[in-house]
């Protein structure tokens, strides 16, 4: 599995907030995007309810994925191509690398894919001497940069285009330019070169279909066309609950899929690939293999509460609505997805215990699933992970977290069923803020184990007299 | 490469497990794929076949208007000698993106053969290299050198010519099947893609498009063939500070050719 740093979540949270640039390119990126899709949804001729229509239909398909990738299979290896089940991220990383050699590949080129920073496909092909070069714009600058991606759909989108340019001047040694048209021809030259010298190219899918036995991957820049078309060898990489049953049902599913990636009705290339080159044809991969992932998702499948995750087509539309995404950045996250998706995803796939200040740092507002273009319950889950959390949970080995939290909370609510010793306790703590730094009348810092709350507020003091009080003065 | 049906045997077990089903049987498909077309789906393929000339202008008209926000350009010419003289166009016009010299990529196709464009591209002394289909029965390092020479005249040309399956006019969208002879890099690799398709060829929407693929029996055989595209304008890319640029990696240009005979 690729580096998971969900630990540095707060760290990193704080990092992102106090980073100017970021935070405007976020606000601006959610304008549009959140905004514009929103929009998009309103403008279907069904309306957003077409949402309610294709959560059903991913319902329908997860809960009958035997069938369908045992259909899908089938009518792929008919037609040429091989087909892998990967039950966890090394297997998956095994088993192409094992292509790589066999095929001698020397260098891939990558379309985006997130499952594929999941495996940590990249650094395992580069231990193993193959180059690798993303082929996505966003992509590639933040390979350049040695970076990761914080946004599923716009990686780059925490770059400003003066660090690009600058970049680019080291990198490729190009004339110092900040015109975004002069940056992307430098990258397109650079690419090109790479496309046509690729041995090998990886995708991941964006949606399968079983009737029609066909993968599909969706981009603009057309990066991904380029990368399936004209290296020798295609390895396609897919989380095993990518697919739909039939064509009417895939159609419902693309269509809100570009409407909440990027607000578009359509991304300008969808490519649909059920096997390998055929005899007759000039162009097209020699070989065609996808690789079905696991790696977690079973689990996710054995337990009804967390079932639902697995309609999530991955459009990022909950990143683009996420008051603490908008704030924080991608890189918090500390994993491959980011934003709602991740804080629900990630600690399901790596670790709940681990990764549970993701969840916990959400708000619960619920923009997301309003956001989503499968129309998921993002904050029900999120809830439920918090009550793993609180109360552990042996299936997914959750030890309870705080345990100092669990009696505080069993004191209040020992101490709020006797109306006298509250409002004793209510008097003692009147008096005693007295004592703390105040700005104006504001309570500047609480002392601790408190201390948290005043990090980034200020805090209203306690009355004088308590509304009771005042109450019974009236009678 | 072995199939590791072990590794699959586990899979499976594991996904029945997970699901609440006897993890070794393998379940049937039941009511999950359409053995035939749905009313609805007849009633589209009805309307399809019905719509009248004046029905796929006014179809015509919405896929130029979809055209313009993702920047295609589309023009509607009364006949082939016009989409021809519309074709050689382009090629005076343009300037080459990569090198000095102007060639031009066209595939073996019935509707582009009829173009007639090896003569009118002579008058300009371009080349025009038509792509034409293996012949796997040549042996492997024949089809081998056959297609390394198509891979690097494709790559040469700044233009590239095609037809098209269809085109959907909601979304300005062209769909191409893959065929021999049609290769898909014509319409990627080249900085400039022209399809040249009838008028007859276009639909209203996805839905119009798999209801001809999945039941209609002159499209239901080749079905989405190994190898399916759609197309919807030129490459673009918003990675750098959300600003649109046009050809981040394939055409830089997509112009559509609408034949009305």
Known sequence: MSDISTEKYVEEAKRGIADPVLRKALSSL??????????????????????????????????????????????????????????????????????????????????KSMVTEEIGLNPALEAAGVEVVETDLGEYIIQLAGEKPSHIIAPAIHKTRNEIADLFVKKLGIRRTTDPPELTQAARKALREKFLAADMGTSGVNMACAES??????????????????????????????????????????????RGAAAQTMGTYASYIGGPR??????????????????GRSRILADPQFREMLCCVRCA??????????????????FAYSGPVGAVVTPLLTGINRAKDLFCGETLCGACMDACSMNIDLPRMLLALREKLAYGDANWQVEPAGRAEGLAYRGWSWLIRSRRLYELVLKLAAAGQKLLPRTGAMIRRLPPPMQGWTQSRDLHPLAETTFMERWRKRK | MSLDTTDQIRFFRRIRTALGHAAEVPRAAGQLFAEG??????QMLDRIDK?????????????????????????????????????????AEKQPEWGEAKSVAAWRHPLIDRLGLEEALARLQVPLRVTQP??????????????????????????GVTAADFCMADTATLVMRNRPGQPRSVALVPSIHVAVITLDQILVDMKELFALLRWDERFRQEGLSNYMSFISGPSKTADIEATMVHGAHGPREVHLIVVAE
Do not use: W
């Open chain 1, 30 to 111: 959610q304008d549009r995007f959140g905004r514009g899709t929103a929009e998009a949804y309103r403008k279907l001729p069904e309306g957003p309810d077409l949402r309610l229509k294709a959560h059903e239909i991913r319902e329908r398909a997860i809960e009958n994925l035997d069938v369908l990738l045992e259909t899908l299979t089938a009518k792929i290896r008919q037609n040429g191509g091989h087909v892998f089940f990967a039950a966890t991220a090394k297997d998956a990383v095994d088993y192409c690398l094992e292509v790589a050699r066999r095929n001698r590949v020397r260098l891939v080129v990558k379309g």
């Open chain 1, 213 to 258: 036995g066909h993968i599909t991957t969706v981009s603009n820049e057309g990066n991904i066309r380029m990368a399936t078309t004209l290296p020798r060898v295609h390895v396609a990489f897919m989380g095993m609950e990518r697919i739909v049953a039939s064509l009417d049902e895939y159609e419902i599913i693309l269509r809100l899929l570009c």
């Open chain 1, 278 to 295: 055929r005899p007759g044809d000039s162009d097209g991969p020699d070989e065609f293999h996808l690789v079905v992932i696991d790696n």
């Open chain 1, 317 to 334: 539309a909950c990143l683009n609505v996420c008051p603490v995404y908008g704030k924080i950045g991608g890189h918090s996250y500390g």
């Open chain 2, 37 to 42: 077309p749905s009313a609805e789906d007849l």
């Open chain 2, 51 to 91: 719509r009248s000339t004046t029905d796929r202008q006014a179809l015509l008209e919405r896929l130029i208007e979809a055209g313009k926000p993702i920047n295609l350009k589309v023009v509607s010419v009364p006949d082939l000698a016009a989409a021809s003289s519309a074709v050689a166009g382009l090629v």
């Open chain 2, 134 to 159: 293996i012949n796997p029965s040549a042996g492997r390092e024949c089809d081998q050198a056959e297609r390394d020479r198509q891979r690097a005249g494709i790559i040469a040309s700044f233009i």
